[in-house]
């Protein structure tokens, strides 16, 4: 994950006008220069988080509240971008204690022995406009498989706390048991209890890093 713009800054100048698009033909927006740099996730004003089907009927969704990222968005070339995030399992919060022992248990993400899941980038492509796509390698349970994010960029500002923030939206669904999240039980009028189709979330504040 990285920070991908598309309007100008609220603490710099225009940035002059970019030479050239990017390997997809598209053109960048002048102010993603004024971007470039390395931001981390503020995480009280972020959400990591999933959602699955449930018995067929409904849906349960979660956050992981635990997690260290490391970010870079280079604005002249943003297939230059990368991002790193860390997420221990064990934090996981659905707001049910007996769900998140069974998530955290070995039945799920076996946290005792897999307490991490990763996200290294791979490559990032500006699609256009405001939005990305960010290819990188998911490991969850030792297993690891890349996974396509969808980013759509939501702004910048400088706080009343002078920090520099970037908001952006990423989604993307993955099938669990491609990671070894096998785990089901079956209905008695067809179906499963737990959909192996789940939606992973990141709705990002991050902040500039000033050294």
């Known amino acids: 994950m990285g920070i991908f713009g598309r309007r100008q800054t609220a603490v710099s100048e225009p940035a002059p006008a970019l030479a050239g698009a990017t390997s997809r033909g598209v053109a960048l927006d002048p102010a ?4 470039t740099g390395r931001w981390t996730i503020d995480r009280p004003h972020s959400h990591i988080g999933f959602s699955v089907r449930h018995a067929m009927v409904t849906t349960v969704r979660g956050a992981f509240t635990d997690y260290d990222s490391t970010l870079y968005f280079d604005g002249a070339q943003p297939s230059e971008s990368r991002a790193d995030l860390v997420i221990r399992v064990a934090s996981v919060d659905t707001g049910v204690e007996q769900r998140d022992a069974h998530i955290v248990g070995a039945d799920f993400f076996d946290a005792r022995q897999y307490p991490e899941m ?5 490559s990032t492509v500006h699609e256009g406009g405001e939005t990305f796509r960010m290819t990188g390698d998911l490991t969850i349970r030792d297993v690891t498989r890349p996974v396509d994010l969808h980013i759509d960029y939501l702004g910048s500002v400088l706080d009343p706390f002078g920090f520099e923030r970037a ?19 079956r209905l008695k009028a067809g179906g499963t209890m737990v959909s192996e189709k789940v939606r992973l979330q990141f709705d990002i504040s991050a902040i500039r890093l000033t050294s």
């Not at 993603?32 to 971007?35: G, I, P, S, T």
């Not at 908001?167 to 039980?185: A, H, P």
């Open 118 to 122: 990763t996200f290294h980038s791979t």
């Open 167 to 185: 908001g952006f939206d990423g989604t993307t669904t993955i099938d669990r048991t491609e990671w070894g999240l096998v785990y089901n039980q």
């Open 32 to 35: 993603l220069q004024a971007l």
